[in-house]
């Protein structure tokens, strides 16, 4: 899996810097993008990256505040005519719905795929033979919430040695242990995966948390998982400020990274006070004395998700 950040300011575009969005590109695990957050101009972010509209499969919207959703009808619309004809699925906290529905039929926009809106409250949004994604509510000025994305374990690898010991040669029956099924050999004796199968491989974890000030659901959301993305709008000098706008510093992200034992942080939704990567450096050293292995969201940089060093959580 691999992290692709199309935008990274709080509240308004700036020269530097769009609004929020993030993309989860799955390569091996299902071919697909899924989007976080959609603010204004994410689809003209799209332009500029390896990322395709045809593979969106999914939407996931922390919350309705503009600088998070006002990309969404644009979006949609231009999925239509950039080769995007599977199905596409928004989740979102309440109001979703009325929001992109009533955008679409005032505009007349047409859309030449099915697309479902689930709202939601927390709890199992999605769950299929590969991925887990649960949301629980954050602490922010209208309702928020954080993502939860977890990859399953998967097999692990075949074992050269062991098929040779059984007289299996490469072909179909691979594909059939591989999946856990248990096949009949030529003698007629069966064969388990588990007896040419290495260790199951650990799947990802990925958080990735809406605009939020300290609260409790940050620590089940963000634990153990091997990357946690989280906004860092102050320096923590503003405290104050971040507090009485519903936000969180970037001392504040580096300690919940500390607390839930995350593999990595990335921040990001900086304010616009901070106009450049230099002036972005403070909050990047602020947290590193508290997490150091901590990263600045930047744009169109792509972040591959690797394991935590620990594994054994």
């Not at 040695?161 to 040669?169: I, P, T, V």
Request: net charge negative; proline share 5%.
């Amino acid at each position: 899996m691999e992290l692709y950040f199309l935008g990274t300011n709080a509240g308004v575009p700036t020269l530097q810097r769009n609004v929020t969005s993030i993309g989860l590109r799955m390569l091996d695990e299902r071919r697909a993008l899924w989007l976080f957050d959609c603010g204004e101009g994410t689809q003209h972010q799209i332009l500029s990256s390896p990322l395709k509209l045809s593979k969106l499969e999914k939407i996931f919207i922390t919350h309705l505040h503009g600088d998070h959703v006002f990309g969404l009808p644009g979006l949609l619309s231009s999925r239509a005519y950039q080769g995007g004809t599977t199905p596409l699925t928004v989740y979102g906290p309440p109001g979703t719905e009325r929001m992109i529905m009533t955008t679409m039929e005032l505009s007349q926009s047409r859309l030449n795929y099915d697309l479902s809106i689930v709202e939601h409250t927390g709890g199992v949004l999605f769950e299929d033979e590969t991925f887990i994604v649960e949301s629980a509510l954050l602490e922010h000025r209208i309702d928020s919430y954080g993502y939860r994305i977890t990859e399953k374990d998967r097999p692990g690898s075949l074992d050269p040695g062991k098929l040779a010991e059984y007289g299996l040669k490469p072909g179909p029956l691979f594909g059939r242990l591989k999946r856990g099924e248990t096949i009949t050999l030529d003698n007629g004796d069966s064969l388990r995966p588990e007896d040419v199968l290495g260790a199951p491989k650990r799947g990802m974890v990925v958080t990735i948390l809406g605009d939020t000030r300290p609260c409790d659901n940050v620590q089940p959301l963000a634990r153990h998982a091997d990357v946690l993305v989280h906004e860092a709008t102050f320096l923590h000098d503003l405290a104050d400020t971040a507090h009485e706008y519903y936000h969180s510093t970037s001392k504040q992200a580096a300690e919940a990274a500390r607390a839930a034992d995350a593999g990595q942080l990335i921040m990001t939704h900086f304010s616009s006070r901070y106009k450049d990567e230099d002036q972005l450096q403070p909050l990047l050293e602020e947290a590193q004395l508290i997490f150091p292995n901590t990263k600045l969201a930047i744009e169109h940089e792509l972040i591959p998700v690797v394991h935590r060093k620990d594994e054994s959580q």
